[in-house]
């Protein structure tokens, strides 16, 4: 094996990659190119949701390809999408919102609180919590819980119940922003100044421009000062 270099198996076939790049990186440096699925590469849109196992471990590790080193004689699999059906819903016209989510997600009821959804999560994220939070009716803080989920599927992928607990938090952070917290007044002021077409000329004169004007304008605009 050359200097710098490690050895990986990527969906069962052995190569060597240099030390210390992403999985996403290594899969990249062997040939493989991301035509669909690469996501946004700084570890927030859980695209990238990985597998794998290490030498004389059997555990099933879970990762994101874009933020995970390669680890030598690691055994890996990419899961881009994780089959779960995602109900149809409009938040006007849920009426109980405790029935609507027992309604939808009926398998919310088999949650056993065994925790391996947990110990697939990337994000460090506890379903298993923000579940039984939804199941008290305490919609406030299983929003909390689960507000870092970047909907990877991982959980969905180990859950002994079959659950799919990130559609689950999508819909309890839907319903709890827009029915439960309390609406920020800067938001409620800015859509009063759009629906009034305050900004109308100002989006015309973007339409308006060749694309190498655009790019113009997006290079020299004003950035926020940190």
Known sequence: MAEGLVPIYVMGRR?????????????????????RGCGCRGGFCGACATVYRLPGDYHLKGALACQTTVIPNMYFTEIPYFPAQK?????????????????????IKKCVGCGE??????????????????????WKLAADLSFDC?????????????????????FIRRFYCKNVRPKPQQI????KEILNGKYDKAVNELVRLSEAELKKKYDNRDFEKL
């Open 117 to 138: 959804c947990a110990k697939a999560c990337p994000q460090k994220i506890r379903p298993i919590d923000y579940i039984a939070a939804a199941l008290r009716g305490d």
């Open 15 to 35: 190569y060597e990659v240099p030390d210390g790049l992403t999985i996403m990186s290594a899969m990249e440096w062997i040939g493989y190119k991301f035509i």
């Open 87 to 107: 109900p149809l819903y409009n938040l006007d016209e849920l009426d109980n919102p405790a029935e609507a989510l027992f309604k939808m997600f009926p398998e």
């Open 188 to 191: 409620i002021d800015r859509n």
């Open 150 to 170: 970047i909907m990877c599927g991982l959980c969905a992928a180990r859950c002994t119940g079959q659950l799919a607990p990130y559609n689950i938090a999508l």
